[in-house]
């Protein structure tokens, strides 16, 4: 476990400073170009390629060294951020080169994240993989709540320029340390990748275990609405409200990721994690259909979101604690490329698909029908965003419902404990 968390004290410095210069970049550019959809683009860039590489990232890093391919990734990273320092030192900075640098991040990012996660599985014996996991929640989720804290502070003090410099700091301890760091596993020689090749063995796998098939579709299924929801609580906020309760919605919900992952890694009552995540999903689905029923304010939706936040992040928790202990090792990368695609792709359509369906389907319904002598004058949009997360919430609770009695399914709980007790 020391190696794990020393591991993890790298990637959180380096994450640290990625997420100084996200927060930082989209400042800039509302502030110097007004463009809504500038902004979008960059919070799409930042995601969208190592999500959709996924299965490509996956397929190399069963076949690489991990520490190389950190290191790697790592330093072209922090050539991405000397280009911005150059740009802004030239006064050439732009939405489009910074979407452009961006996307060249994120597939470092792809890189460096699934390296992390298959080498953890050198790092943390099975038993110990769901604390593990709960850590790992714990440190990421300090480093979302510090940076979108910090980032505004340190911009007024230091500057844009000033900021850049701290994450190619961060880059540069991170790879020289790296340069030190035994991963407890090497790799001889590098493979050729065969794409169609890995997909036939990731599916093989998936169908030779009964039900892994099916819980990767409950997982696109229900992470639609997860996803929809948490992206339209800012502008469920903003619409009856202001920035500074944003911000306080925000960080509450980050002090409910912390809580969650506190929980996953010390609790040990939750033997059964597959069934543990389908009650969660009932119970989050019947939280957000609540939400019609009952006068929005900042204190009620600040308890929503630490309720989202604190289940989401121990869903997370079991999830991927589940799959580190089933998978075997020679397939841990290709694995969670197919996995971070599926659930990944559900998130990205989540995110385009909110903001349509309230305002080309609900919004106008809601202004036809008048709903605001039942709900103390509420602005439109909001009692908009209501429904939505009403119908989210019957959609989740309704799918995990009918999955959880799928008895493939309720076998694989049994997969998980037995291979526990294979160690």
Not at 115 to 136: D, H, M, W
Not at 409 to 415: A, G, M, S
Request: charge should be positive; aromatic fraction near 12%.
């Amino acid at each position: 476990m020391k190696k794990f968390l020393f591991l993890l004290l790298l990637v959180l410095i380096s994450s640290f400073g990625n997420a100084l210069t996200g927060f930082t970049l989209g400042i800039w550019t509302l502030n110097h170009t007004t463009s809504t959809l500038s902004y979008a683009l960059i919070s799409f860039s930042a995601i969208a390629p190592q999500i959709l590489l996924s299965p490509f990232i996956g397929s190399f890093i069963d076949r690489w060294d991990r520490k190389i391919t950190i290191i790697l990734g790592q330093a072209i990273a922090g050539i991405g951020t000397l280009m911005l320092i150059l740009l802004v030192d030239n006064d050439l900075l732009s939405d489009w080169s910074i979407i452009l640098i961006v996307l060249v991040k994120s597939i470092c990012n792809g890189f460096i994240t699934q390296a992390y996660y298959v080498s953890t599985k050198f790092l943390v014996p099975k038993k110990l993989a769901r604390k593990a996991k709960g850590i790992e929640q714990i440190g990421f989720a300090i480093v979302r709540i510090l940076a979108p804290i910090l980032a505004p502070i340190m911009l007024a003090i230091i500057s844009l320029k000033g900021l850049l410099y701290i994450d190619l700091l961060t880059y540069f301890i991170t790879v020289f340390v790296f340069l030190f760091f035994n991963f407890g596993e090497s790799r001889e020689e590098i493979k050729r990748v065969n794409l169609f090749k890995d997909s036939t063995i990731v599916f093989s796998y998936l169908k030779s275990e009964k039900g892994l098939v099916r819980i990767l579709g409950y997982y696109f299924i229900t992470n639609l609405p997860l996803g929809m929801a948490s992206v339209m609580i800012a502008p469920l906020v903003l619409d009856f409200s202001n920035e500074i309760t944003l911000s306080i919605v925000m960080s509450i919900g980050g002090i409910g990721l912390l809580s969650g992952g506190l929980f996953a890694s010390f609790y040990k009552g939750i033997k059964n994690p597959v069934a543990a995540v389908f009650n969660l999903n009932i119970f989050i689905g019947l939280v957000l259909f609540s939400c019609v029923f009952l006068y929005i304010n900042s204190v009620l939706l600040s308890i929503v979101a630490f309720v989202l936040a604190f289940s989401i992040t121990i869903i997370n928790v079991l999830i991927n604690s589940f799959w580190h202990v089933i998978v075997p090792h020679e397939l841990d990368g290709r694995v969670m490329g197919y996995r971070t695609i599926i659930m990944g792709s559900a998130i990205l359509l989540s995110y385009l698909l909110g903001g349509i369906i309230v305002d080309f389907l609900i919004l106008p319904i809601v202004k036809y029908f008048d709903f605001k002598h039942l709900t103390n004058s509420l602005p439109n949009k909001t009692i908009a965003i209501m429904f939505l997360f009403s119908l989210l919430g019957i959609l989740n609770t309704l799918v995990s419902i009918k999955y959880r009695k799928i008895k493939n399914i309720e076998k694989l709980d049994k997969l998980y404990i037995d291979s526990l007790e294979s160690i």
